[in-house]
């Protein structure tokens, strides 16, 4: 490596939206977790809330939907542990 390669400044790489984004697998894979019933049984959530988020994220410019896609997998996640664990059942 060269030094200005070593000692330069750290330059992020932000990868393309993908839980956000509706055309992607991943964020329609999101909105169909979303839209079952276990996201019911997560009383720390709104399903109201959850979803308006998810169909905002999907029409929001791609700069948007960058900073939205942390918000979608945590979602996301939460919907699959509830199913995987069912602790409220």
């Not at 390669?5 to 697998?25: D, E, I, Y």
Request: charged share 20%.
């Amino acid at each position: 490596m060269t030094a200005e390669v070593l000692s330069g400044p750290k330059r992020p790489f932000f990868g393309p939206p993908t839980a956000a984004s509706a055309a992607h697998p991943l964020g329609a894979r999101i909105r169909e977790l979303l839209h079952g019933s276990a996201l019911d049984d997560l009383p720390f959530l709104s399903r109201r809330a959850a979803l308006a988020l998810a169909d905002r994220a999907a029409k929001a410019p791609v700069a948007e939907q960058r900073s939205l896609d942390p918000l979608m997998y945590l979602l996301g996640s939460a919907v699959v542990l509830q199913r995987a664990f069912r602790p409220s059942a």
